[in-house]
């Protein structure tokens, strides 16, 4: 699939491509940036409340990295996995 062809796709199932393949591939580089980014999408899809819990608990960003592709912080994220699943076409 290319860039254009992710776009379609709604963001839960680019959250779980994008998941399972960095863990298949053991990329942690993806899943790391993924957790750091997850704060300002939950900001920017209007959850203040855990933004801040995040930004102190790493155990919240885990879960929460593991349910990101669902709702409003699922759409926030959705360039990253877009951007992840173009240079891995074959997620």
Request: aromatic share 8%; no cysteine.
């Amino acid at each position: 699939m290319d860039a254009k062809e992710f776009e379609s796709l709604p963001a839960s199932e680019l959250h779980d491509r994008a998941v399972r393949y960095a863990v298949h591939h053991g990329d942690f580089g993806f899943l790391w940036n993924l957790l750091k980014v997850i704060p300002a999408a939950e900001a920017a899809s209007g959850h203040d409340t855990e933004t801040a819990n995040d930004l102190t608990r790493v155990s919240a960003l885990l879960s929460d990295a593991i349910a990101a592709g669902e709702g409003d912080l699922g759409e926030a994220l959705r360039p990253i996995y877009i951007e992840y699943l173009s240079k891995h076409p074959d997620a």
